[in-house]
């Protein structure tokens, strides 16, 4: 789930944000549901936050709001998800 989303990285940087989004919604369904983890706690608020970065990019408000959501449910002090959602 980590390659997925550091490729998501590369392809953010490329500007290539419809690629990148994808790619953080792929790492997500790889991330074990049974494991509770600070490390997989980080990796899952990463990728919400950066597929709502993404939607943002993409003018795609609604998905942005969505996910930008679900990284608050994570995380309900997240400043970049409060961020996004103000966006």
């Not at 392809?11 to 792929?26: G, I, P, T």
């Not at 494991?35 to 899952?44: F, K, Y």
Request: net charge positive.
């Amino acid at each position: 789930a980590t390659a997925i989303k550091n490729f998501g990285n590369t392809l953010f940087s490329q500007k290539n944000h419809e690629r990148a989004r994808v790619k953080y919604l792929k790492a997500l369904r790889f991330i074990p549901e049974d494991i509770e983890s600070t490390e997989t706690q980080a990796l899952r608020l990463a990728c919400w936050s950066n597929a709502a970065l993404m939607s943002l990019q993409l003018n795609d408000y609604q998905s942005a709001i969505e996910y930008a959501n679900r990284a608050l449910e994570l995380d309900q002090k997240n400043s970049k998800a409060f961020f996004r959602l103000g966006q």
